[in-house]
């Protein structure tokens, strides 16, 4: 019997889901107009972000890489970026060539391989993606980036030997055609009778119209080597597009609606445990007045 009495007196410590809804309901219904106009003021904060901030354009360029290799024409890239990150623009300027108006509009400067494939030389080339506010910017920004690959100190040493090898190659290759095309000139006169052969002069016309051909050939080679001998070739250049990457209005009206119903929650809280407060603080002074 004592403990049946016992199991009756002791508190249930179960939660009564359906009184916690009903408070809950009661204390949203009893602040609403604090939740409408925290939902009102963070529409209107986000949209307002949301128009304050530049939009922001994504253009790439992708180029292929002659004397490095695409890990360390990357690592140029990251090098450059982190200045820009850091606001270092004179050290940017001296890099790129380009005037220091451009750079506060360049957002990023990010460079990836196009293939994730692993090779000594790696022949696949690398892009290089950019996040500008005004895409009138684009081509000086692009002329930039090609003067500071060409203009970096061992690159620029190792372009000015390979040149210089070419020019040479040229120059001798130049020399044996003109020497080759000497001889098949005499070759000619021989066989049309205006020159006699000497006895110790012993030519193969087909073989020397054959090299003749393979010195051209290989002059043509060296010249076009020469011609794209450069530290990157640019595959494609930055386009210019109208459709902006950001901002986004749904993350800023969504981030505006958290912050303000957050602040709307605590005003609420704050203001319905002081009601709680006093009324607890009334009903103690009025069971003394009754006591005494």
Same mark, same amino acid.
């Given at each position: 019997?004592?403990?049946?009495?016992?199991?009756?007196?002791?508190?249930?410590?179960?939660?009564?889901?359906? !009184?916690?809804?009903?408070?809950?309901?009661?204390?949203?219904?009893?602040?609403?107009?604090?939740?409408?106009?925290?939902?009102?003021?963070?529409? %209107?904060?986000?949209?307002?972000?949301? %128009?304050?901030?530049?939009?922001?354009?994504? %253009?790439?360029?992708?180029?292929?890489?002659?004397?490095?290799?695409?890990?360390?024409?990357? /690592?140029?890239? =990251?090098?450059?970026?982190?200045?820009?990150?850091?606001?270092?623009?004179?050290?940017?300027?001296?890099?790129?060539?380009?005037?220091?108006?451009?750079?506060?509009?360049?957002?990023?400067?990010?460079?990836?391989?196009?293939? /994730?494939?692993?090779? /000594?030389?790696?022949?696949?080339?690398?892009?290089?993606?950019?996040?500008?506010?005004?895409?009138?910017?684009?081509?000086?920004?692009?002329?930039?980036?090609?003067?500071?690959?060409?203009?970096?100190?061992?690159? +620029?040493?190792?372009?000015?030997?390979?040149?210089?090898?070419?020019?040479?190659?040229?120059? +001798?290759?130049?020399?044996?055609? /003109?020497?080759?095309? %000497?001889?098949?000139?005499?070759?000619?006169?021989?066989?049309?009778?205006?020159?006699? $052969? $000497?006895?110790?002069?012993?030519?193969?016309?087909?073989?020397?119209?054959?090299?003749?051909?393979?010195? =051209?050939?290989?002059? !043509?080679?060296?010249?076009? =080597?020469?011609?794209?001998?450069?530290?990157?070739?640019?595959?494609?250049?930055?386009?210019?597009?109208?459709?902006?990457?950001?901002?986004?209005?749904?993350?800023?009206?969504?981030?505006?609606?958290?912050?303000?119903?957050?602040?709307?929650?605590?005003?609420? !809280?704050?203001?319905?445990?002081?009601?709680?407060? +006093?009324?607890?603080?009334? =009903?103690?002074?009025?069971?003394?007045?009754?006591?005494?």
């Amino acid at each position: 019997m004592n403990a049946d009495v016992k199991n009756e007196t002791v508190p249930s410590e179960d939660i009564d889901l359906f !009184l916690l809804i009903e408070r809950s309901i009661l204390f949203f219904r009893k602040y609403r107009w604090v939740f409408i106009v925290a939902t009102l003021l963070g529409i %209107s904060m986000g949209f307002y972000f949301f %128009s304050s901030i530049p939009k922001t354009y994504k %253009s790439r360029m992708i180029v292929h890489s002659f004397l490095l290799t695409n890990q360390e024409e990357i /690592q140029i890239v =990251n090098n450059w970026n982190d200045l820009l990150n850091k606001k270092e623009y004179n050290a940017l300027i001296n890099a790129l060539h380009c005037r220091e108006e451009i750079l506060p509009k360049v957002k990023r400067i990010k460079a990836k391989e196009i293939q /994730q494939v692993f090779s /000594q030389l790696n022949p696949n080339g690398f892009s290089i993606d950019v996040l500008v506010t005004d895409n009138a910017i684009l081509d000086e920004l692009q002329n930039g980036l090609v003067y500071g690959f060409e203009n970096n100190a061992y690159i +620029k040493k190792r372009l000015d030997v390979k040149k210089a090898a070419f020019k040479e190659l040229i120059d +001798k290759t130049s020399a044996e055609i /003109q020497k080759l095309d %000497s001889t098949k000139k005499i070759v000619e006169n021989i066989i049309s009778g205006k020159e006699r $052969s $000497s006895p110790s002069l012993i030519i193969d016309g087909s073989s020397v119209n054959r090299q003749f051909i393979e010195m =051209n050939e290989k002059l !043509l080679a060296f010249r076009e =080597n020469l011609e794209f001998t450069n530290a990157i070739q640019v595959l494609q250049g930055f386009e210019k597009f109208r459709k902006p990457v950001g901002p986004n209005l749904i993350p800023w009206l969504v981030i505006g609606l958290m912050v303000f119903l957050s602040i709307g929650y605590l005003f609420a !809280l704050i203001s319905s445990i002081k009601q709680g407060l +006093k009324t607890r603080a009334i =009903n103690r002074q009025g069971s003394k007045e009754k006591v005494g």
